[in-house]
């Protein structure tokens, strides 16, 4: 029996497959903008009609969006991945903290060795450049003790790892960082209570930077599980600090006969 005809894969799946692509690799993010539909055909060499159609059908299963005033744009629930309601309350309550920084450990050491073992020059230049605000945000008197841009600064640099990674664990960080970004201000904000804390914070992730600026990949896997532990137990040992704090003022209240806080 002759084998049957290959079957050509129509244009508008097949540029349906390009847009999905581009949402998974980071490089189209929930919120963004899609360019014109002209620039678009332009740039992948198509028809109108057939990009059209590719819209629509990622229209039809939720990942892109119309939005009044004009503009197609990759739709905001992409980013909800991690909108669980027990992941929510986990940003709540920051005795899980912990749980998270493990978390993120086991997930940012492996998107540093990738990141060393697949940096573009492009991905250089955009890790520098968040390299770059992050020093600025820690260096600069007038925005030292803003703990929310400083927090920002870390998540994006951080973020910028995974995205040279090239690899789905992206999502999966951004997701984590969106969810907690208060957690992470509260986790930094106490950190800067120590006056030698953005000095080490700032050479940590300058050594990570280098690491995978000069593909050194088990050393930048290395350097972010160093990171995150000396992050870790800055946090533990001012929650021991603060326990110790509580019994002593316990005590305290005992031996006054005052009510008990």
Request: no cysteine.
């Amino acid at each position: 029996m002759p084998p049957s005809p290959l079957r050509q894969p129509r244009l508008a799946d097949v540029i349906t497959q390009r847009l999905e692509t581009l949402i998974l690799e980071g490089s189209l993010k929930a919120g963004h903008r899609l360019p014109s539909e002209r620039e678009l055909a332009e740039r992948f060499g198509v028809s109108r009609p057939s990009l059209r159609e590719a819209i629509q059908k990622l229209a039809a299963r939720g990942l892109l969006t119309s939005r009044q005033g004009g503009g197609t744009y990759v739709s905001e629930r992409l980013s909800d991945s991690y909108g669980d309601p027990i992941l929510e309350m986990l940003s709540r309550h920051d005795e899980f903290y912990l749980d998270v920084l493990e978390f993120r450990d086991a997930m940012e050491g492996i998107t540093a060795y990738h990141a060393a073992m697949r940096a573009t020059p492009a991905d250089k230049e955009m890790l520098q450049q968040r390299f770059q605000s992050l020093r600025d945000s820690y260096a600069d008197p007038g925005q030292q003790g803003d703990a929310l841009r400083e927090a920002r600064a870390d998540a994006a640099f951080h973020l910028a790892i995974a995205e040279t990674a090239h690899n789905v664990l992206l999502h999966t960080i951004r997701g984590l960082f969106q969810l907690l970004e208060k957690s992470i201000v509260a986790n930094l904000a106490r950190l800067f209570e120590r006056p030698e804390a953005r000095s080490l914070l700032l050479d940590q992730h300058r050594a990570l930077l280098e690491a995978i600026l000069e593909g050194r990949a088990e050393d930048a896997r290395h350097l972010a599980h160093e990171h995150l532990g000396y992050v870790k137990e800055g946090l533990m040992e001012m929650q021991r600090a603060e326990f110790r704090a509580q019994r002593a003022e316990r005590r305290t209240q005992l031996l006054k006969g005052t009510p008990l806080r």
